[in-house]
């Protein structure tokens, strides 16, 4: 939580200095949406993982790889798409209060995936 965090200030500090159009390839709000809930969910659990935090990045790196493959999203355009929505802190308030919603709703109700499936 506290990596995507300061991932997330420092896209928008670039992207701030940046120019105010939109990407080409951007990713819908829907779809960033998604994306983010299941980054949320791989951090905790990489976090959650008694091991060196060396360790604890590289399973990170690598379950973040298969979020990007489960959403059929580069991590280009992914990242891309993360500064073009911190450009907007109204959208990304909204953003984030889906996501806080629905990880809510994943826990109290505790949704359980399909065996084999990660998130």
């Known amino acids: 939580m506290k990596r995507l965090l300061l991932i997330c200030l420092s896209l928008l ?7 105010d159009e939109k990407p080409e390839g951007l990713l819908s709000q ?5 994306v983010l809930i299941d980054i949320q969910i791989t951090e905790g659990i990489a976090s959650a993982i008694p091991v060196a935090y060396d360790s604890s990045e590289v399973l990170y790196k690598l379950m973040e790889k298969e979020v990007f493959k ?11 798409s993360l500064r073009y929505y911190l450009q907007y802190p109204g959208i990304m308030d909204n953003m984030y209060a889906q996501i806080l919603d629905s990880l ?3 826990e109290t109700i505790g949704i359980k995936k399909d065996e084999g499936e990660i998130f």
Not at 30 to 34: E, H, L, P, V
Not at 70 to 80: A, N, R
């Open 70 to 80: 489960k959403h059929q999203v580069e991590d280009s355009v992914f990242t891309q």
């Open 30 to 34: 829907d779809k960033m949406i998604n």
């Open 104 to 106: 809510a709703a994943r």
């Open 13 to 19: 500090f670039v992207a701030s200095c940046s120019e």
